[in-house]
């Protein structure tokens, strides 16, 4: 089932003959989300609900904010963001002493529109105290399964690529993958400390037969080979989860005690689609510290501009217990789990296009 448009504010998709249209996908989508509630409330997790408003609203280089502001009764300004996810607000809740918890959470995200981005959707994280990330990746094919369940659907497809999701998941290493489609030694470049060898993995992807620019950095690299040579093949057949990225692109998770050059993060992948990203927590402040500073220099750089730091978030981390946490696009998986083209079309009321 397909819509003809993508649903806009031009297409006016509360008109009732567009309503009508998309209806299904949307009771697809309640149906798949009371079922995820189910799922998690049968593993005593506890749904949580955290604020929109947030002093920071995370301090990723390449994650674009919306900026308010909050006004006191004696007129005083002090600047405040839509989040961009729910992660510091639930990590505070994990070292309040809560072990196991989720949430549907509205997130924001500037600079990010097309047929699988929206500038506000639903973010489904949840959080196990004392878990391992391992954990993460069975929840995610079991959430997998539940969804094709819920809708009665056999396979997930979108854009030519279809994925099984009763089967279980292939588990890929980011190094194995740079190998196996780009014929690159990921590691290579990367030390034992983390630090990133730029001219190595340049020479690498010249080698390989990729355009190399001057002013490309490590990260630029990297992302070239993910998204040009890797993300097409990723959860074609069945779902992927890519796993063990470099330490300098996993800001918020942990070192891996098998490989101190790569972080306990993983991504999970559906036809092509990425719909998850876990880690191990990092629960150093002061290491989680220098990493938002790096990151947020490096925003300065590209962008011109920064987001303040959350020392709450930085303050709570001291306490926080040894934890593993996953945040899903719950629409993405709406519209696998209803087959649904676009992410208008599993959205009750979508944001109106600002610009035309």
């Not at 007129?75 to 992660?87: I, K, N, W």
């Not at 279980?168 to 034992?192: H, Q």
């Not at 010249?206 to 620019?213: C, E």
């Amino acid at each position: 089932m397909t819509l003809p448009d993508p649903i806009s504010a031009r297409s006016a998709w509360w008109e009732p003959a567009n309503h009508a249209d998309r209806r299904p996908f949307l009771m697809g989508r309640n149906a798949v989300q009371t079922a995820l509630r189910g799922f998690f409330g049968a593993s005593d997790f506890v749904e949580v609900d955290t604020a929109t408003l947030q002093v920071s609203p995370g301090n990723e280089t390449h994650l674009h904010a919306f900026a308010t502001e909050a006004v006191a009764m004696d007129g005083g300004r002090a600047p405040l963001y839509l989040h961009t996810s729910p992660e510091f607000a639930a990590k505070k809740l994990l070292a309040a002493g809560e072990s196991r918890i989720f949430t549907f959470a509205h997130v924001y995200r500037n600079r990010e529109r097309g047929p699988i981005h929206h500038p506000e959707f639903t973010m489904l994280e949840w959080y196990r105290v004392g878990e391992p990330y391992d954990r993460l990746m069975a929840d995610c094919a079991d959430i997998l399964r539940l969804a094709a369940e819920t809708t009665g659907i056999r396979h997930f497809a979108y854009r030519g690529m279809q994925a099984d999701p009763f089967a279980e998941p292939e588990r890929l290493t980011l190094a194995d993958a740079f190998d196996r489609y780009a014929g690159i030694d990921l590691l290579s470049s990367v030390a034992a400390s983390g630090e990133t060898d730029r001219d190595g993995l340049a020479a690498a992807l010249v080698a390989a037969g990729m355009r190399v620019s001057e002013d490309d950095t490590w990260p630029d690299l990297f992302s070239k080979v993910l998204v040009d040579r890797i993300e097409p093949h990723l959860g074609q057949g069945r779902a992927t989860i890519l796993c063990e990225y470099p330490i300098s692109e996993a800001a918020l998770a942990r070192p891996s005690p098998r490989d101190p050059r790569v972080a306990e993060r993983f991504e999970l992948y559906a036809c092509g689609v990425e719909l998850a990203n876990a880690f191990g927590e990092l629960t150093d402040a002061g290491e989680q510290r220098r990493r938002f500073e790096h990151d947020m220099a490096e925003k300065a750089r590209i962008y011109g501009e920064t987001y303040p730091l959350d020392e709450d978030f930085l303050d709570a981390l001291t306490i926080m217990p040894e934890a593993s946490g996953a945040a899903l696009g719950f629409d993405r998986l709406a519209m696998l789990a209803t087959g649904a083209s676009r992410i208008e079309q599993v959205m009750w009321a979508p944001v109106a296009e600002a610009f035309s």
